[in-house]
């Protein structure tokens, strides 16, 4: 069964960079078959799409985050990450990583979800 | 850009009750929409993608209809586990609705 598991930290400083990391357990982040990706979510408020990335390192970002973003891939460690730069209050959010089916884009599997506040 | 609306935005309903819910695009975005359900402290779960294709597992109470710009998610009869909220997303841009809250009357 494929499971992704969000880590970093939870407290990150206004202007600092954020920066997480999903581990893939179960399957093989090298697959062509799947893209990665990271969406978050306010508290008590909707989803928003992040970016993703394949495992040859071709990106896709949200074009309102691009400036500030940068996702990765490792795929010697089946991992995946995300940065996000001179983040702000506004960034505060639970931050989850999912698989995307590369035929249809759906996000088939997700991780958890990992709470970030950005707070000094 | 494309922009994505549901409706209702909250909806109070009953133990087998017929619940749908609508998801309207700005322009035309043929099936490439899907569904996703989310409780209180997890991760949304994949109901329906392609707009009417059952993921694997998901009970087949749901069901999802449309094109284009117009897209419904109906529960046939609404279930206890079924109280959440529900995300559309235009798959080929990743746009999330704004979500609609299906809540015990």
Redesign the interface.
Known sequence: QLQLQESGPGLVKPSETLSLTCTVSGGSISSSSYYW?WIRQPPGK????IG?IYYSGST?Y?PSLKSRVTISVDTSKNQFSLKLSSVTAADTAVY?C?RLVRT?????Y????TLVTVSS | DIQLTQSPSFLSASVGDRVTITCRASQGISS?L?W?QQKPG?????LI??ASTL?SGVPSRFSGSGSGTEFTLTISSLQPEDFATY?C?Q??S??????TKVDIK
């Not at chain 1, 909707?46 to 799409?49: K, S």
């Open positions: 990706g909707g989803l928003e799409w993703s896709y949200n989850y999912a249809d884009y759906r996000l088939d997700w991780g958890q979800g | 490439y899907a996703y997890k991760a949304p779960k994949l993608y392609a993921q995300y997303q798959l080929n990743y746009l999330f609705g704004p979500g």
